[in-house]
């Protein structure tokens, strides 16, 4: 796997062939609250040029705006199939995880290293990368969602049986 910091474009086209006939993450959801709107502006243009088809859902301005709301349109578009993954900016990315992790079937990592990004995706299925706008530049969130997008799940028992169990947690409330 190709975790160099050489662009998504490449990091995908390399992963891409080592993975021939297995689904590919094309279209992404970004949303943002005020605090991460620079930011999700900025990871928009470089995902459209990347070649991603991209479901932008918001917000759309640097007016205040509350990131539990942008959690939950992140977890909607995934949940309907609208988007593979998702990008969830706020200004530490902290509550903006939270909030997206309050939705069933939603695995939202921050993460503000590329070894969370491919892990969290390799062993925990995330499917929504958190960032922190006011923690990280552009450059390393870039470098972030390359290996994000690059990853796939393994699918190893152990992390199943660990799936089953946040699952069964999820479904019972506890």
């Known amino acids: ?11 995908i086209a390399a992963y891409s062939r080592s993975h021939e006939g297995e689904d590919i993450v094309k279209r992404v959801a970004l949303a943002a609250d005020h605090a991460g709107f620079e930011l999700k502006e900025r990871m928009t243009t470089f995902l459209k040029e990347a070649g991603f ?21 992140i977890g909607e578009a995934l949940r309907e199939g609208k988007a593979e993954r998702g990008i969830l900016i706020c200004g530490s990315g ?9 939705m069933k079937n939603i695995r ?16 925990d299925d995330i499917n929504v990368l958190c960032l922190g706008s006011r923690v990280i530049g552009e450059e390393l969130a870039k470098e972030l969602i390359s290996v994000f997008l690059a990853a796939r799940f393994t699918g190893e028992e ?10 069964a947690m999820e479904n019972d409330g506890s």
């Open 1 to 11: 796997m190709l975790y160099a910091t050489n662009g998504v474009s490449q990091t």
């Open 94 to 102: 902290v509550g903006a995880c939270v909030a997206a992790n309050k």
């Open 108 to 123: 939202a990592g921050l993460c503000h290293d590329t070894y969370s990004a491919h892990q969290g995706v390799e062993h």
């Open 158 to 167: 152990r992390h199943m049986r660990r799936l089953a169990k946040i699952q």
């Open 53 to 73: 088809e991209i479901v932008d859902l918001g917000t759309s301005n640097r007016e205040p705006a509350d990131y539990p709301d942008f959690a939950r349109a």
